[in-house]
């Protein structure tokens, strides 16, 4: 009797101050609690840049960087099963629109998406969910050369895609190296190239920046005699 | 007579005894972990049983076209890498490069090739390059050694993988070249089979099981050849 005399205050104060503890912790840790950030994820995301000035956010915006570090479902941005950018050819960067790039899952579960006048294509998770691994093939029609004809190239990838939607997180915005294939290009750089940068176009390369002369000027670059003529994606 | 309450000490809870419970686990914990760290001087290294280089040149074939892909295996990040034509390469300097191409011309390389390998290597992926000395038109045949080039998958990056397949379990590879227990209890052949979490799923499909059977019998000692090569042929 004694005791519960004594103890029904202690409990309620310790109610009480347990209440007024979680209620400050809620305040303190507030944001981060909400926010469930990954610092690793983070990193990768500022890796990226800032946006280019004058370009919205959209489809047109970022060409060449691995769209689903912030489209692959962390944060608010429409989530994608998979995007990248497609260049004229190897050594240029010069974008392509119109190119048809097609995955095929593992359970014959096809998606063909069109590139737009920055390059980029992508697809939104709603819409395709694959079953990896993907096959992906890359159709380009060339813009009629000097002469008036143009070409077709379908290009098929060397390997099949396991697991990462981002078409640039191994085709980055450079030339193949010991670290990677470089970018999804349309033509082989042993051929002349007629596609040239859409002025008009609210995202991509602009006209006169690094690399584009040589590629408006579609001649053949240097070094194209030893490639193997594989096409396509290396 | 009048009955005063009396406040009575408390006890402690039998939460509070868990936590002090709880703390002293975690320090005795920590005093036992301390000593354990290693001086550098008492780092050393040990000598363990890899399977044979003899016919691994197909077995890397299968491992680059299944494993290797630059998403996966491909990736230095692993701890078991692949290197190979379609994926990442060995980093090299033009001359480390060129020299161990001449090297392996001259037949000496360190991952011999065997004679049954010649025949499989026309199964893709990473078959030995066909082209000699220098590129057409002046172009560095260096300038091939790049992931998707035509430069092929390089003897020092066949022999790179056989290390790494080895390095995932170094004693218990061991075991199992020393007939002391079986392949499959290697985390190597459990994660294609997916007997072991994979994140990559199950690579050797129901209706062909040839992978499983080359990567098997490379690690028993006889690789099955034809086994490879039905693999390479598979989409």
Known sequence: ?234 | MTSTPQVTPPSPSPSRWLACRLALVVLGAAVISSPACLATEELGTTDFSCPSPDGFRVVSQVLERRCGTMDCHGDESRTFRIYGRTGMRLPRTEAEYLAERQSTSAGTSVASVSSSDASASSGGGGDQTSSTGSGEGGASIFDEYVTGGTEATSNAEVEANRLSACGVEPDLISEVVNTEADPGTLTLVRKPRLTEAHKGGLIWKADSLQGDKCLTTWISGLVDVAACNGELKRP
């Open chain 1, 1 to 234: 009797m004694t005791t519960q005399l004594s103890t029904r205050p202690m409990r309620i104060r310790r109610l009480l101050i347990l209440a007024a503890s979680m209620g400050a912790l809620a305040l303190a840790g507030g944001s981060a609690v909400v926010a469930c950030v990954s610092p690793t994820q983070d990193a990768l995301i500022e890796s990226l840049g800032e946006e280019v000035e004058g370009v919205p956010q959209g489809e047109f915006h970022r060409y060449g960087q691995p769209c689903l570090y912030c489209h692959g479902g962390y944060g608010p941005s429409p989530q994608f099963s998979f995007g990248g950018t497609v260049f004229a050819q190897p050594d240029d960067e010069v974008p392509v629109s119109g190119a048809k790039v097609t995955v095929t899952d593992s359970t014959g579960q096809k998606k063909t998406m069109t590139s737009n006048c920055a390059g980029n294509f992508y697809v939104a998770e709603a819409d395709y969910k694959p079953i990896y691994p993907v096959r992906i093939e890359v159709v380009c029609e060339t813009p009629a050369g000097f002469d008036g004809v143009s070409f077709t190239y379908r290009n098929l990838m060397g390997t099949r895609v396991n697991r990462e939607g981002s078409c640039a997180a191994c085709h980055a915005n450079e030339p193949a190296s010991q670290d990677g294939p470089g970018r999804i290009y349309c033509v082989d750089e042993r051929y002349p190239s007629s596609y040239q940068i859409d002025p008009d176009c609210q995202g991509g390369p602009k006209l006169g920046d690094a690399g584009s002369a040589t590629a408006a000027g579609s001649s053949v670059s240097s070094g194209d005699a030893a490639s193997s003529g594989s096409g396509g994606e290396p």
